[in-house]
């Protein structure tokens, strides 16, 4: 088990320790369900075997908030997108409590979890540098194609005016 948890963590970006006491278990399957369109997953383990499997890892500094009922999220793409489920299920569900999380071996607090789930997802903010990327071309062009409009009015208004 130690070192499944261990492979799990090993290629993951985030990962979230919450307090799962007192939720109902088809109220955790539905956040099991909706952590998994994100290609995430929450597991239970023991937290002994939790503190054994990230001994060495860029998860260590979440050893501490391994007591009681605990539940760890974990993510290989977005760490966005789990940090938004978790806090809005907290919000609708308010039995499950977001302990920490820990990402790039910093540890997160709740309030941090909370501004990283306020963050667009990462298809949004590739979608923006898409927009982004393509506007300056597009600018680019627009500019060296006003430079010969602008001379060809100036030309116009000047044989305009000698014809006057």
């Known amino acids: 088990m130690v070192e499944q948890l261990t492979e799990r963590l090993a290629d993951a970006q985030i990962a979230i320790v919450t307090d799962y006491r007192g939720l109902t278990v088809s109220s955790f399957e539905e956040l099991r369900r909706e952590l998994k369109k994100s290609n995430a997953d929450i597991q239970v383990a023991k937290n002994t075997l939790m503190r054994r499997a990230i001994e060495g890892t ?4 979440m050893k501490d908030a391994f007591q009681g ?25 308010p039995q499950l409590i977001i302990k920490m999380g820990c990402l790039d071996g910093k540890a997160l607090s709740l309030d941090d979890l909370v501004a990283l789930s306020k963050l667009p997802s990462k298809e949004a903010m590739l979608g923006k540098l898409a927009a982004v990327l393509n506007a300056l071309p597009t600018k680019f062009v627009r500019t060296l194609n006003a430079i010969p409009s602008n ?5 116009t208004a000047v044989k305009d005016q000698k014809e006057q």
């Open 69 to 93: 009922t605990t539940a760890v999220t974990v993510s290989n793409d977005d760490p966005v997108t789990p940090a938004k489920i978790l806090t809005k299920f907290a919000e609708d569900n």
């Open 58 to 61: 860029a998860f260590e500094p």
């Open 151 to 155: 001379l060809v009015y100036a030309l």
